[in-house]
């Protein structure tokens, strides 16, 4: 114990005498490991993201998403007779797939709602009684939409808890709001909903933002769409999305390709509408993420293959430097072993210290990527140990060579070397 305490110390000594040559061997291990971490802290942040998303979405959930069709395609669909997404397609798909449990139906409206304060209105969306448990939204106060409420048609609506509080006392529940000509009686108000920030990637299905969402059932729509004579004829029950929920989250994929095959039967093979599945994307996201991964790995990985080369550098000049000392030391009893361990010592110190500057550097990296790029990063304590071992590794494959030689070297010739 003694002998290795002395070790470090000597080592300490020698890096403190070249303090400018020490710093400069170490620079490749300090941007090497502030590399790994950073692509660690990006990785883990996207993945987080990831999780979160699919979380919001249902790993049990598939959406239907009504296509934009141009004016040349809405004709080819008409002569084919499709007419688009409805929630007729839902009880096709209940009777068609025996994984799919529940479907929920929403349709997007074009709406604007009188006495809000602010710029931007609310979105209004129409919404089947079943949406709320299938998206795992909460009621704060009141009540959610029942079955009862969609046959009605009746003239109601739950609010966001943000839209709620833009609204003051007009939001209360029991006072009306107008939505466009129509009047809607608020029965409930959301529990607030922590919004994904405006940085975070968007995938084909983005998740909502409810705090700000007016909602009413799916079938009222009907009256605010069809607001002039021609609209009125045009208008068929049409529905922005559908969301089918399945019984597990293993037979998703299987559920997937049975909905496909019935939408395909039921739109005659025309394209109107987009099938996405969260789990799907979460794969496809994490496929891209690994060559992602790949590519800084090999960045990192060369930043600290020229550390090393810098580290083996310095101990070598460092051996040379002190040829006469490892003559004395041999000549009054240190063995080689003895000799390779402090040449290695020093090598680790080395490595390790431009291995926690790293850390703290990349933590430092991983917070700008973060604020100035808008992207989610996430430090671990197993990506800054393992940095910190990789740094460390280096220090031993690349120090060992030179201890080794310094180890070999005849007494005799080293005692008479000047």
């Given at each position: 114990?003694?002998?290795?305490?002395?070790w470090?110390?000597?080592?300490?000594?020698?890096?403190?005498?070249?303090?400018?040559?020490?710093?400069?061997?170490?620079?490749?291990?300090i941007?090497?490991?502030?590399?790994?971490?950073?692509?660690?802290?990006?990785?883990?942040g996207?993945?987080?993201e990831?999780?979160?998303?699919?979380?919001?979405?249902?790993?049990?959930?598939?959406f239907?998403?009504?296509?934009?069709?141009?004016?040349?395609?809405?004709?080819?669909?008409?002569?084919?007779?499709?007419?688009?997404?409805?929630?007729?397609?839902?009880?096709?798909?209940?009777?068609?797939?025996?994984?799919?449990?529940?479907?929920?139906?929403?349709?997007?409206?074009?709406?604007?709602?009188?006495?809000?304060?602010?710029?931007?209105?609310?979105?209004?969306?129409?919404?089947?009684p079943?949406?709320?448990?299938?998206?795992?939204?909460?009621?704060?106060?009141?009540?959610?939409?029942?079955?009862?409420?969609?046959?009605?048609?009746?003239?109601?609506?739950?609010?966001?808890?943000?839209?709620?509080t833009?609204?003051?006392?007009?939001?209360n529940?029991?006072?009306?709001?107008r939505?466009?000509?129509?009047?809607?009686?608020?029965?409930?108000?959301?529990?607030?909903?922590?919004?994904?920030?405006?940085?975070?990637?968007?995938?084909?299905?983005?998740?909502?933002?409810?705090?700000?969402?007016?909602?009413?059932?799916?079938?009222?729509?009907?009256?605010?769409i069809?607001?002039?004579?021609?609209?009125?004829?045009?208008?068929?029950?049409?529905?922005?999305e559908?969301?089918?929920?399945?019984?597990?989250?293993?037979?998703?994929?299987a559920?997937?390709?049975?909905?496909?095959?019935?939408?395909?039967?039921?739109?005659?093979?025309?394209?109107?509408?987009?099938?996405?599945?969260?789990?799907?994307?979460?794969?496809?996201?994490r496929?891209?993420?690994?060559?992602?991964?790949?590519?800084?790995?090999?960045?990192?990985?060369?930043?600290?293959?020229?550390?090393?080369?810098?580290?083996?550098?310095?101990?070598?000049?460092?051996v040379?430097?002190?040829?006469?000392?490892?003559?004395?030391?041999?000549?009054?009893?240190?063995?080689?072993?003895?000799?390779v361990?402090?040449?290695?010592?020093?090598?680790?110190?080395?490595?390790?210290?431009?291995?926690?500057?790293?850390?703290?550097?990349?933590?430092?990296?991983?917070?700008?990527?973060?604020?100035?790029?808008?992207?989610?990063?996430?430090?671990?304590?197993?990506?800054?140990?393992?940095?910190?071992?990789?740094?460390?590794?280096?220090?031993?494959?690349?120090?060992?060579?030179?201890?080794v030689?310094?180890?070999?070297?005849d007494?005799?010739?080293?005692?008479?070397?000047?």
């Amino acid at each position: 114990m003694n002998k290795t305490l002395s070790w470090i110390q000597l080592s300490f000594n020698s890096i403190f005498q070249h303090r400018l040559r020490s710093f400069l061997s170490m620079l490749g291990i300090i941007f090497g490991v502030m590399a790994v971490l950073t692509m660690i802290s990006i990785s883990e942040g996207a993945k987080k993201e990831l999780l979160e998303q699919i979380e919001r979405l249902g790993t049990k959930n598939i959406f239907i998403k009504a296509a934009q069709l141009t004016p040349s395609q809405k004709a080819a669909a008409v002569e084919k007779l499709s007419s688009g997404l409805t929630m007729a397609d839902g009880s096709r798909i209940l009777a068609g797939c025996s994984q799919a449990k529940l479907i929920a139906g929403l349709n997007e409206i074009s709406a604007a709602v009188r006495g809000i304060s602010g710029n931007e209105s609310p979105q209004v969306v129409a919404v089947s009684p079943s949406y709320a448990g299938l998206m795992k939204i909460l009621v704060a106060r009141g009540r959610f939409f029942t079955p009862f409420d969609q046959m009605n048609h009746d003239m109601v609506c739950v609010i966001g808890n943000t839209l709620a509080t833009r609204l003051g006392k007009n939001g209360n529940i029991g006072n009306l709001i107008r939505i466009e000509d129509h009047l809607f009686k608020i029965i409930g108000h959301l529990q607030e909903v922590d919004p994904l920030s405006p940085g975070k990637k968007k995938t084909a299905i983005s998740v909502r933002n409810y705090n700000e969402m007016l909602m009413i059932p799916l079938g009222a729509d009907g009256s605010i769409i069809a607001r002039d004579q021609e609209t009125q004829l045009s208008y068929h029950g049409g529905i922005t999305e559908l969301i089918v929920q399945v019984q597990d989250s293993d037979q998703v994929m299987a559920a997937g390709k049975v909905i496909h095959r019935i939408m395909e039967i039921a739109h005659n093979h025309v394209p109107d509408y987009q099938i996405v599945i969260p789990r799907a994307l979460f794969i496809q996201a994490r496929q891209t993420q690994k060559l992602f991964n790949m590519v800084l790995g090999a960045i990192a990985g060369i930043s600290l293959l020229v550390g090393g080369i810098g580290i083996m550098n310095i101990m070598l000049a460092t051996v040379y430097e002190r040829t006469r000392e490892i003559g004395i030391r041999r000549a009054v009893g240190a063995s080689r072993t003895d000799i390779v361990q402090q040449f290695l010592i020093e090598s680790i110190i080395l490595t390790f210290s431009g291995g926690l500057i790293g850390v703290v550097l990349g933590s430092a990296c991983a917070v700008v990527v973060s604020r100035i790029g808008q992207w989610q990063t996430l430090i671990t304590p197993w990506a800054v140990l393992l940095s910190v071992i990789m740094a460390v590794g280096v220090g031993i494959f690349f120090g060992l060579y030179p201890a080794v030689r310094a180890s070999r070297m005849d007494p005799i010739i080293a005692l008479r070397y000047e």
